[in-house]
DNA sequence: GTCTATAAACGGATAGAC
DNA sequence: GTCTATCCGTTTATAGAC
């Protein structure tokens, strides 16, 4: 729920049909991914006529970018949101929650590896934007990882840069095997492969 | 190059029409995914009308199903090829390798995983062919693991597996993220994180 | 802002001639 | 087997009334 401050006083907000969009794009996208869905759809489940759609996203393609940013910037915000000062693996353990919101009712995948999938259809701004989400998580497990075998809690080889990186993938497709044999227990199949015993 | 035996005599075989587009399929899946290629794209590329390829493949699903079953297949051949005698390392280079295959000119990723992010379009008896190569190469991975283990080159924790799957989850990851970035490094990263020092 | 109406292309699919 | 012709719903997008 979101609030507004108007005129100096707090209203509670009730979406706007433009916040609704972004939401249901955002669910859409990590259902059946860009070439899935359509104006139609999001038609359907707001109750506005397509034609209302494109006053406030000309294009498919704008629609994306926005979903994408808005996406990115909410779990990038929980991600910094994790307390700093907790040890390293129980921060991993919250990460694999945090990750694990994507699977959604268990039908859903994480919106920017469903995008990475589809790049070959999306245009440049997307690919960056996809990019830059990538880097942000795999940059934070890369540092989160280093911790770790400070602390004796993580096993890890090599640079903190590469494993961040190959860690970000696991999630990526964990959550995607995750959701093709309808289990939930891939995730924290990562996470425990990680943990020093 | 396939050839035929035909009255007792081994000809060269020019690729069947048929055979050209279970090939362009697979590739315009890894591409662009299943929704994200039509009927008229496969038309253009082999050079018949739409209506011919419905002679074929009578509805889009029929084609996707006879394509993960050949990729399947020809994967999994050269999987099962790999000399069991070898030491688990060189194993697991050679398995990074031909996965790398997957990437094309760079511009693809593997059919399975790519079919896995669009499984919510798509009928039960693909989702059972998908889960069967994922199985596979869960599979073959986590004994590879094992013996890596043992023979002390090949760095595991928790059960062969669940580091099957991990592992496995990390390819898809890396290949979409190879992509995405444009590097063909990612995968080479996945096998240095389980190199043993 | 939202609607009706419409455009113009594309989607998978079928019938029937050759 | 391959084609022409066609069906009919879908898709993204625009124009213009309210």
């Given at each position: 729920m979101l609030y507004l401050q108007v005129d100096k006083v707090w209203y509670m907000h009730t979406r706007t049909i433009r916040e609704q969009l972004l939401d249901y794009a955002q669910t859409l996208i990590m259902l059946r991914g860009y070439n899935g869905f359509s104006y139609r759809d999001l038609s359907e489940l707001v109750g506005v006529k397509t034609s209302s759609i494109h006053y406030y996203f000309p294009s498919k393609e704008d629609l994306v970018f926005e979903a994408v940013n808005v996406y990115s910037s909410e779990i990038l915000a929980e991600l910094y949101a994790i307390?700093?000062?907790?040890p390293a693996h129980l921060r991993l353990d919250r990460y694999t929650r945090l990750f694990s919101k994507a699977l959604g009712e268990g039908d859903q995948i994480c919106l920017c590896g469903m995008l990475a999938a589809d790049m070959a259809s999306l245009p440049e701004h997307v690919r960056q934007a996809v990019q830059s989400f990538f880097r942000s998580n795999e940059t934070w497990l890369g540092k989160l990882l280093t911790e770790g075998r400070k602390q004796g809690t993580l096993v890890v080889s090599g640079s903190p840069e590469a494993a961040g990186r190959v860690l970000f993938a696991s999630f990526q497709g964990a959550v995607i095997a995750s959701r093709l044999f309808g289990v939930k227990t891939r995730l924290e199949e990562v996470t425990q492969a990680y943990r020093a015993l």
């Open positions: 307390d700093p000062s907790q």
